[in-house]
């Protein structure tokens, strides 16, 4: 058997800064993604599992030539339905440039795994930008779609649902960065679209903190060539503040998560003021047309 193995990164705060022996500013993957996670490396190899190799004592293997004290990862087991399929997938280097990975959990009452894998395999031959897996990490199967628009890819996400009879859908946006080393780079492969982003933060420093909103907003203005809407809120729970952004290309908002841009870990303003940012990404939700039906639209480099 082989599998496949998409490994999720997160930045480790620093209590003494910056640890520079560690490269910040060096892409912790060869994915940033938006949300939760700050990367995802699925340049691992592709593991080809011996009868008498244990799939654990695999992922133990591959953790350990990737522990460095600079980050913490979490191994997600892939098995794919086409092997050469999958290589093919992840070996492709340019164009559609955003990769929408969900994680669906199937609701087992009345969709049977035979269906499931059926209907994964019809998937797979209707859209050359889409692979699939089965998976034994809490969820059922994971399904990768690539494209170069971002309110499609939701559209994307919310078919997933009715099609695998989903109990619960968990989507993860990201977005190579080779794409992220321009702005031109990323208005030449990355449809534009006004949206609306949210920034939820952990405050480490609130002095550092308005240094970096007033910083953010000349930011934006200078990409868009006017004065941004944006809010700021003080909120309880795990974030302390809530920055709103309206009405914004995406091209402008993706041209902040380039290594040492203002919206990653290795900008000095964020390092300094935050613990951590997690993104969202909002497009409007139009509204319920007379058959009741209703076109969603929402999802979450910190």
């Avoid at 969820?139 to 078919?159: F, M, P, Q, W």
């Avoid at 009405?247 to 380039?258: A, E, G, P, R, V």
Wanted: proline share 3%; glycine share 4%.
């Amino acid at each position: 058997m082989s599998i496949r193995v998409l490994q999720w990164i997160n930045n480790f705060y620093c209590d003494n800064g910056t640890k520079k022996e560690h490269g910040r500013e060096v892409p912790l993957g060869e994915f940033c993604a938006l949300g939760y996670f700050d990367a995802l490396s699925v340049e691992l190899p592709f593991v080809h599992l011996q009868k008498e190799i244990k799939t654990w004592d695999t992922l133990s293997e591959l953790s350990a030539k990737k522990l460095d004290g600079a980050c913490s990862r979490r191994n997600i087991v892939c098995i794919p339905q086409d092997k050469e399929r999958d290589i093919k997938f992840w070996n492709h280097k340019g164009t559609p440039p955003l990769y929408f990975i969900s994680m669906l959990r199937i609701n087992k009452e009345y969709y049977s795994p035979s269906q499931m894998l059926q209907d994964m395999k019809n998937l797979e031959e209707a859209d050359p930008d889409a692979v699939t897996y089965c998976t034994y990490n809490h969820s059922e199967a994971i399904i990768v779609k690539r494209t170069d628009c971002y309110s499609s890819g939701i559209n994307h996400i919310l078919s997933l649902r009715d099609r695998f009879s989903a109990f619960k859908v968990y989507t993860i946006l990201v977005i190579r960065e080779s794409i992220l080393e321009s702005r031109d780079h990323i208005t030449r492969t990355v449809a534009e679209e006004q949206i609306d982003c949210r920034l939820h933060c952990a405050v480490k420093d609130y002095r550092e903190a308005e240094l970096f909103y007033k910083s953010l907003k000349e930011t934006l203005a200078d990409y868009e060539g006017h004065k941004i809407n944006s809010r700021r809120y003080d909120t309880l729970g795990s974030f302390d503040w809530r920055i709103e952004i309206d009405q914004i290309s995406i091209h402008t908002m993706l041209s902040c998560y380039k290594m040492g841009n203002i919206l990653t870990h290795s900008h000095p303003l964020f390092e300094n003021a935050f613990f951590n940012i997690e993104t969202e990404i909002l497009v409007p939700v139009k509204e319920a047309e007379e058959d009741g039906s209703v076109d969603h639209g929402k999802m979450g480099r910190d």
